[in-house]
């Protein structure tokens, strides 16, 4: 399984970019799938995950700025962005919580990461 993140670039603030996020492969079910992001100096957040039942969580500092939704494949996962701020500038990675069948016959949870993709914001 691979995924394949991007839509970053250069943007003033106040403006909007889409995110989209493709995981290619043997993909049996996808738990979860979303977007972190890493400042610099700063640790890994967590954006936006959308779960399998379709339900989404936010950190509070995107809520009602960022929306992540998935189109009818299920595999492909965009992070709209609006009203982008100075702050939001940082690498943005696609993160995915993917069910796979072991040779056992059992199930397990792999967790896959994408390639970063950088977000600018100007002020």
């Known amino acids: 399984v691979q995924l394949q993140a991007c839509g970053g670039g250069l943007v003033q603030a106040g403006g909007c970019r889409r995110l989209?996020?493709?995981?290619?492969?043997?993909?049996?079910?996808?738990?979860?799938m979303g977007w972190y992001r890493q400042a610099p100096g700063n640790q890994r957040e967590l954006v936006a995950v959308?779960?399998?039942?379709?339900?989404?969580n936010y950190t509070d500092s995107v809520k009602g700025r960022f929306t992540i939704s998935r189109d009818n494949a299920e595999n492909t996962k965009y992070l709209q962005m609006n009203a982008l701020k100075p702050e939001d500038t940082a690498v943005y990675y696609c993160?995915?919580?993917?069910?796979?069948?072991?040779?056992?016959?059992?199930?397990?949870?792999?967790?896959?990461w994408g390639q970063g993709t950088l977000v600018t914001v100007s002020s």
């Open positions: 993160n995915a919580h993917i069910l796979e069948p072991s040779h056992t016959g059992s199930y397990y949870v792999r967790n896959y």
């Open positions: 989209s996020c493709v995981a290619s492969g043997s993909v049996f079910r996808i738990i979860s």
């Open positions: 959308m779960h399998g039942d379709g339900s989404s």
